[in-house]
């Protein structure tokens, strides 16, 4: 059975940090890009961080650059999302994506490979 499981979301307050993970199974990750998105309440879904094949080539949304962290551990069919200095505007649902096909650096939305989202609230 092909899915992702993200796991690490709770509460934390402003200036904390959190590490979310995201497990792969059924299928081989370090094939896929990989990548991070959250979705707040009446907004847009947004790519936060993402990560090609390689590794190589990374993208971080101008609102988290220099606070989170993309990584991937391809032995554990894993990849991460470091969040340091987190905000209150950081409130979302965060959801961990892999594809073949990225878009503007980030999994295209029509992968069938997403998980189901862990949700980070950044409140005092």
């Known amino acids: 059975q092909v899915q992702l499981v993200e796991s690490g979301g709770g509460l934390v307050q402003p200036g904390g940090s959190v590490r979310l993970s995201c497990v792969a199974s059924g299928f081989t990750l370090e094939n896929y890009g990989i990548g991070w998105f959250r979705q707040a309440p009446g907004k847009e879904r947004e790519g936060v961080a993402c990560?090609?094949?390689?590794?190589?080539?990374?993208y971080y949304a101008d609102s988290v650059k220099g606070r989170f962290a993309i990584s991937r551990d391809n032995a554990k069919n894993t990849l991460y999302l470091q969040m340091d200095s987190l905000k209150p505007e950081d409130t979302a649902v965060y959801y961990c994506?892999?594809?073949?096909?990225?878009?503007?650096?980030?999994?295209?939305?029509?992968?069938?490979?997403r998980g189901q989202g862990t949700q980070v609230t950044v409140s005092s």
């Open positions: 994506s892999a594809a073949t096909f990225m878009v503007g650096g980030c999994p295209s939305s029509r992968t069938p490979y």
């Open positions: 990560m090609s094949r390689s590794g190589g080539v990374t």
